[in-house]
């Protein structure tokens, strides 16, 4: 089973370390590492459910007081680990879907949500760089798959509260889907 985890730090250095120790304590491959606007740094991993797990425990206990936010999603969807890398695949594209967060952990666990919960293919995981901190997920799929994943999104613990702005783009204009991708 493939999980995914990360964690938020508020301190450049400790969140430099806590990816060491996360790397060096448990069997995981690094998905992304870097600052973030806002002066923080994430570290997002994947690998078994145990492996990140504990990867993320020992992260999250070198951030200590630091510690912005941490997530592990066991059995995550393909998708995500594909749009973290902006690897989606896009056929024909009927609706957008765009999920702004305020963090990242909460983008990557709008991203699971969605993609678990509609037929929809994920465009983009973007994540907090040059973004003030901030993290947005792009979808595409019919406009009521788009919808629905947007909702389910919304209502996951994981996300509730942590949503800026999102939006539904029926028919978008094809300048608007070539810049997209």
């Not at 936010?69 to 957008?96: F, W």
């Not at 993609?115 to 465009?123: E, G, S």
């Amino acid at each position: 089973m493939s999980a995914i985890g990360a964690v938020e730090i508020q301190s450049i250095p400790k969140g430099i370390l806590a990816c060491d120790t996360m790397l060096k304590t448990a069997k995981v491959q690094l998905i992304y590492a870097g600052t973030v606007c806002a002066g923080k740094y994430v570290a997002v991993v994947s690998g078994s459910v145990a492996a990140v797990k504990e990867s993320v425990e020992n992260g999250t206990e070198v951030g200590d007081t630091f510690l912005i936010d941490s997530l592990v999603i066991p059995n995550v969807n393909k998708q995500v680990l594909r749009a973290a890398s902006s690897c989606g695949e896009v056929g024909d594209v009927e609706a957008i879907g765009v999920m702004e967060t305020f963090s990242v952990c909460s983008c990557i666990a709008a991203a699971d949500c969605a993609a678990k919960a509609a037929c929809v293919t994920l465009i983009e995981l973007r994540l907090g760089r040059g973004l003030g901190g901030k993290s947005f997920l792009v979808m595409t799929g019919d406009v009521s798959a788009v919808q629905a994943a947007i909702d389910a999104a919304r209502k996951s613990p994981l996300v509730s509260g942590r949503v800026a702005d999102c939006v539904c783009i029926p028919a978008p204009h094809q300048d608007l889907i070539t810049s997209l991708l």
